[in-house]
């Protein structure tokens, strides 16, 4: 469908778009937005429930930060059951996930991954669970009529479409359609509303690397180059039957909005600027050998924007005394990782094994719409923990059986036993 728009200027730096007729592309159960960790969860999860589910993603792959983003590991996944732990299974069945017991064994097991078989991985899950993907498409706008969900509108190389869905899944890690919707929502640290820094993961081969990199790095390297990057430490992660390829988690880029396209732009640039000065600094130091860059992350990770206000908050107590609850839908031990907006610093505060309830996922104040990942309601200090992609995964996989439920019974959403929808991801072989 063709669409030309008229020259109206309405002010200054507005133009007028008259109204036009939106063809719809879908009409379907669940709609699920956003096809990285929370949306993979949603999705197959909706699915093997039974619901028409369609999975929209803005890229050509699913798996979001995974693949789209190289993050590695996929942290507090492994000991969750249910689909988390079903992709690690998978992955490991084409030899292609390594359990990392180094990265804090007590408390969570972090899993190295390929990134190429991720992404097969993800897409025959799909197809087997029977969700409808499509890929290339954003979604753009809420379809809401008397405060309740009606669908979304996307925008792909078609055009400009609407899908319509009896409940909406919000996992964009930003919590657009719930913001496009006009939920309340909260957004970085209280005292000055700053977000954590951004980071745009690479990948390298061939370096040898030793014991405390960065120490042995930075007597080969200037202080200026070391400041130029601001944090204090690296991340050197193996990606298994890759033949010593590792991905580097350094780059860090502060003061961005991952909600606001201009500071996008500018954080993924100065992440490649980034990478290419911490190749440079690698190559000064003898002790590593000799190595190349592979690639820079096509997504640069947002660890922090938009937190939807829901029917419950979670907060630092809840963590740190391992609360639970009648609606716990998932099991979280990751520590509150703050890497602070403005310095070099990062602080990991301990928890204990907490749960995610149901209601976090809820917003308040629009009906029939979900929301799973990093944009659930919850503090700045414990969204540092739940926002990990294990974490993602699980939540996802409660949102989709929710909305499924929702759609098999009639009942709102908001309206949902969540006490019920526990003991349904209890028989999945979910540990909650």
């Known amino acids: 469908m063709r669409h030309t728009v008229p020259f109206t200027r309405s002010a200054p730096a507005a133009i007028v778009e008259p109204s036009v007729e939106t063809p719809i592309y879908a009409d379907v159960d669940v709609v699920v937005v956003g096809g990285g960790p929370a949306g993979v969860g949603a999705a197959l999860s909706a699915a093997r429930a039974g619901a028409q589910t369609l999975l929209v993603e803005r890229y050509g792959c699913l798996g979001g930060i995974w693949t789209a983003g190289l993050l590695n590991p996929y942290f507090d996944g492994a000991r969750k059951g249910g689909i988390p732990t079903e992709i690690i299974d998978r992955l490991r069945h084409h030899g292609a996930a390594d359990a990392v017991q180094e990265w804090l064994p007590e408390v969570f097991v972090a899993d190295v991954f390929d990134y190429e078989v991720m992404k097969y991985v993800l897409d025959r899950m799909a197809e087997e669970a029977g969700v409808r993907v499509l890929l290339y498409s954003m979604g753009v706008a809420a379809i809401v009529d008397d405060g309740r969900m009606q669908g979304v509108i996307v925008e792909n190389k078609s055009g400009r479409s609407a899908i319509l869905a009896e409940v909406v899944i919000d996992c964009t890690g930003d919590g657009d359609i719930a913001f496009h919707a006009g939920c309340d929502y909260e957004k970085g640290r209280p005292s000055d509303g700053l977000l954590q820094p951004m980071t745009l993961q690479f990948t390298v081969q061939g370096f040898q690397w030793t014991p405390r990199p960065y120490e042995v790095m930075a007597k080969h390297n200037s202080p200026d180059d070391l400041a130029s990057i601001p944090f204090t430490d690296f991340a050197v992660v193996p990606v298994p ?63 922090e924007t938009r937190r939807i206000r829901g029917e419950y908050r979670l907060d630092f107590d809840d963590l740190v005394n391992g609360r639970t609850f009648d609606d716990g839908i998932c099991t979280a031990t990751f520590p509150m990782d703050i890497h602070a907006p403005d310095d070099t610093k990062l602080t990991a505060t301990p928890v204990k094994p907490y749960q995610v309830p149901l209601r976090c996922l809820v917003p308040t104040g629009v009906d029939q719409l979900l929301v799973a990942g990093r944009c659930i309601s919850g503090s700045h200090e414990a969204h540092g923990s739940y926002r990990v992609t294990g974490n993602c995964v699980a939540m996802g996989e409660a949102a989709g059986l929710a909305a499924a439920e929702a759609c098999r019974t009639g009942v709102d959403v908001r309206q949902l036993d969540g006490a019920k929808i526990k003991q349904l991801l209890r028989t999945r072989g979910v540990n909650v």
Do not use: C, K, Y
């Open 241 to 303: 039957g890759r033949g010593g390829l590792d991905a580097i988690m350094w780059t860090h880029m502060q003061r961005r909005d991952g909600t606001d396209a201009d500071d996008l732009t500018a954080a993924v640039i100065e992440g490649r600027r980034q990478a290419h000065l911490a190749m440079r600094m690698f190559d000064n130091t003898p002790e590593f050998g000799e190595g190349h860059l592979i690639s820079t992350a096509m997504q640069v990770g947002v660890r």
